[in-house]
């Protein structure tokens, strides 16, 4: 309010500042739907500015929550904490969610911003990521998993976004399907798959 009146009834543009302490709710939800994220954050946060610059500073803190990976569920570490910023390229993450299994104990790490995160994979002992999918996803080594089990290992670790080895073409030839009495062999390698992102000169041939 400027002036005792509402900036919506002035006839000229006056800058309206806001100065408001989120501090009504003690805790938010985030969920993520399908991606199997559910979290809760208490916050300290604080909106200064204008209506047409407001700024967002404070921290937002885990209180608990879990993320559902392949049907797999990690534990968010209630030490993570998200530092608030008006633009995504500013806000920080530094969130840890651990999964225990009788082997390793599985912790995906989320760091950089909301615009760019990077996502980490580690484990306890230490293993290359691809063992440590395997190992969650399986419960064996990845040198013991099937081509299909590969293949979805490699699928699950680009959902991830994180490092594994590539699955080879190759890897299929050999392999056998039981349907019934019908027996099929994998006798030739994998077709890739190939989309154009450009525009190409005269369209594209059939």
């Given at each position: ?6 900036p ?14 989120a ?10 739907g ?13 909106v ?15 209180v608990?929550?879990?993320y ?5 569920r990690f ?9 608030l ?9 530094n969130?840890?969610?651990?999964r ?5 104990t ?17 484990s ?9 999918l ?7 080594s ?10 979805q290992?490699?699928?699950?670790a ?8 590539p ?7 050999g392999s056998?399907v039981?349907i019934?009495d019908?027996?099929i062999?994998?006798d ?15 369209g594209?041939?059939?």
């Amino acid at each position: 309010v400027a002036g005792g009146i509402s900036p919506v009834g002035q006839r000229r543009t006056h800058p309206t500042v806001v100065d408001l302490t989120a501090l009504d709710h003690p805790t938010v939800f985030v969920s993520g739907g399908r991606r199997g994220l559910d979290l809760e954050l208490s916050l300290d946060a604080h909106v200064g500015g204008t209506t047409s610059k407001p700024v967002l500073t404070g921290v937002a803190r885990v209180v608990r929550g879990d993320y559902d990976f392949a049907g797999k569920r990690f534990e968010f570490d209630d030490r993570g904490f998200v530092t608030l910023a008006t633009s995504p390229q500013n806000i920080r993450l530094n969130l840890t969610a651990v999964r225990e299994d009788p082997s390793l104990t599985a912790a995906v790490r989320i760091m950089g911003t909301a615009a760019k995160p990077e996502v980490t994979l580690t484990s306890t002992p230490v293993l290359p990521s691809d063992e440590i999918l395997s190992q969650v996803l399986f419960g064996r080594s990845a040198a013991q998993l099937s081509p299909l089990e590969a293949a979805q290992l490699v699928i699950e670790a680009v959902v991830l976004d994180v490092d594994v080895a590539p699955f080879g073409e190759q890897a299929w030839v050999g392999s056998q399907v039981a349907i019934g009495d019908v027996v099929i062999t994998v006798d030739s390698p994998t077709v890739r798959c190939a989309m154009p992102l450009r525009a190409q000169p005269g369209g594209i041939g059939r």
